[in-house]
């Protein structure tokens, strides 16, 4: 979990996920794959698309041993199916009004796999998250300025 | 599982006690397992009445994840209390021991089951209010049980480890003045890890090292996570609306399986434009610490290299297609599903397609 250096170029190397290249080509690749197969597509569906295939991407250069990314893979292999909507449970309204925001309910929702897992494997999760998602956006961004430039 | 002997001899206490300080004192950092001595948890006790506490603590649980052998020890321990209390030699071993280990042990068998559920550790987070100070660092003092600051400070405390080495227990050293029972002693452990492991967030999130405080740092960590998802957001939509524009083949980029042999005009500047964005890509990736790609990159880099587009494809391709290869395609297959429809391809084809690209190339250049 320590931060690993991978070069010598300082800080923003020092957040780079170790399998930065294979994420690097696992995205360029299903990049390749949705352009082939939805050049009629709306902008809206492709880029659903695209999102999902840089979701994906990530989980899966991230590996198994994580659970945000077994999460995510799962999440993601359901999805192929057809989504299913829950029925919404009814709200019933509460009597007090809850004041205190429970930052670490939040932080589960947004994390995937995060709601169950103590608190300690949470935070654990959140940073090898966090170290993936900002390498995916990286990764995003060059694709982005070199395609555009 | 060791079930209790009768005590020995308090020469073999203060003999047994003084290697295990030693060890204690080196290896505090590490969760080592330990032969389960019941006995030494036993003579290290002053009075009968923290003997008693002992007892039932020594069998209890562990604040750890791995809760193997837990219960067992519990009940060996229940058995074997009429035996420990008669033959009790309190005195001469509660002198020398300033208790040197500590351990976490349930006060209780019901709190100690309990407390094995990993949900449960927050829980009695909240209900332990018995800690004194409460440092990060816990692993440094000896306890002083002469003066018995609390009442419990005679407890031994020492995670030990029966045979099995499944589980593994954590020693923790008990500062003086702190509550030694196993509750505040598991929490303690529990917040150093979260207070670690907040740290390394505060590294990782830009802009948090200025604040101080778990809420303020949530806070900060939720919103980058938030931020960091929308940016995948827009720049997934980014990529949607300006794809168009490379109608190429990008699968010839990846040494693809579906390369058209009739290069389109249009595809010259794209295959180029594709193979330097590989080169960005690779060049912003720091060291490549990933095996496959090392002879990549030397290629792509080259500038001597004639048809560039082909060698980066082939090789990148080749290199692809050498990694794992059939377990990641179809992984990534079932990942991906209908977008993502890998050709099963090998190096066979590969060599066969540099055949036909050299060919091709000046062709393309004209």
Not at chain 2, 16 to 35: K, N
Not at chain 2, 71 to 80: I, L, Q, Y
Request: glycine share 6%; proline share 6%.
């Amino acid at each position: 979990m320590e931060p690993k250096s991978c070069s010598g170029d300082g800080n923003p190397s020092r957040n780079l996920h170790p399998s930065k290249p294979l994420m690097a080509a696992n995205f360029l690749r299903c990049l390749s794959r949705i352009q082939q197969t939805a050049t009629n597509s709306s902008v809206g569906s492709r880029s659903r698309r695209i999102r999902r295939a840089a979701y994906a991407s990530m989980a899966y250069s991230a590996g198994h041993r994580r659970a945000w990314s077994w999460a995510l893979l799962r999440k993601l292999r359901c999805r192929r199916v057809r989504p299913v909507i829950l029925p919404r449970r009814p709200r019933i309204a509460r009597p007090q009004v809850v004041i205190e925001i429970d930052r670490a309910e939040v932080l589960r929702k947004l994390v995937p796999g995060g709601t169950g897992m103590d608190y300690c494997r949470l935070l654990e999760e959140t940073a090898d998250y966090i170290r993936c998602l900002a390498t995916q956006v990286r990764l995003m961004q060059t694709v982005t300025d070199s395609i555009s430039s | 599982m060791q079930c209790l002997r009768a005590p020995l001899s308090d020469l073999s206490v203060l003999e047994r006690q003084r290697p295990r300080v030693e060890w204690q004192q080196q290896g505090e950092e590490q969760s080592d397992y330990q032969p389960y001595d019941a006995d030494y948890c036993m003579q290290s006790l002053l009075p009968v009445e923290t003997a008693f506490r002992a007892l039932h603590s020594c069998g209890g649980g562990v604040e750890n994840e791995n809760h193997g052998n837990v219960h067992g020890s519990n009940d060996c321990f229940s058995n074997a209390w009429p035996d420990i209390a008669s033959g009790m030699h309190c005195p001469v071993v509660g002198a020398a021991a300033s208790v040197e280990e500590t351990s976490v042990n349930a006060s209780s068998s019901s709190s100690s089951s309990r407390k094995r559920k990993s949900e449960n550790t927050r829980r009695s987070k909240e209900n332990s209010g018995s800690d004194g100070k409460d440092d990060i660092n816990c692993k440094r003092l000896k306890e002083e049980t002469g003066g018995g600051a609390t009442p419990e400070a005679e407890q031994p405390t020492s995670k030990e480890n029966d045979k099995a080495p499944k589980s593994d227990y954590i020693h923790v050293r008990a500062r003086r003045g702190q509550a030694t029972d196993s509750h505040s002693l598991a929490e303690r452990v529990r917040r150093e890890r979260i207070s670690q492991r907040m740290k390394y967030l505060q590294d990782l999130v830009p802009g948090c090292s200025k604040i101080t405080g778990k809420a303020g740092m949530l806070d900060e960590i939720i919103n980058y996570v938030q931020s960091l998802q929308r940016q995948v957001e827009f720049l997934s939509m980014k990529l949607a609306a300006v794809n168009p524009i490379m109608d190429i083949n990008i699968d010839s980029f990846f040494g693809g399986r579906e390369i058209n042999p009739t290069c389109k005009p249009g595809s010259i500047s794209m295959i180029g434009m594709s193979s330097e964005l590989l080169d960005q890509a690779y060049l912003q990736l720091g060291s490549l610490q990933h095996d496959m790609f090392m002879d990549s990159p030397a290629l792509l880099l080259r500038p001597d290299v004639n048809p560039p587009a082909a060698v980066s494809d082939t090789s990148l391709g080749s290199c692809l297609n050498v990694s794992g290869s059939s377990v990641w395609n179809t992984n990534l297959q079932n990942v991906y599903g209908v977008e993502f429809q890998l050709g099963r391809g090998t190096a066979l084809p590969f060599q066969s397609l540099q055949g036909n690209l050299l060919p091709n190339n000046p062709k393309m250049e004209m």
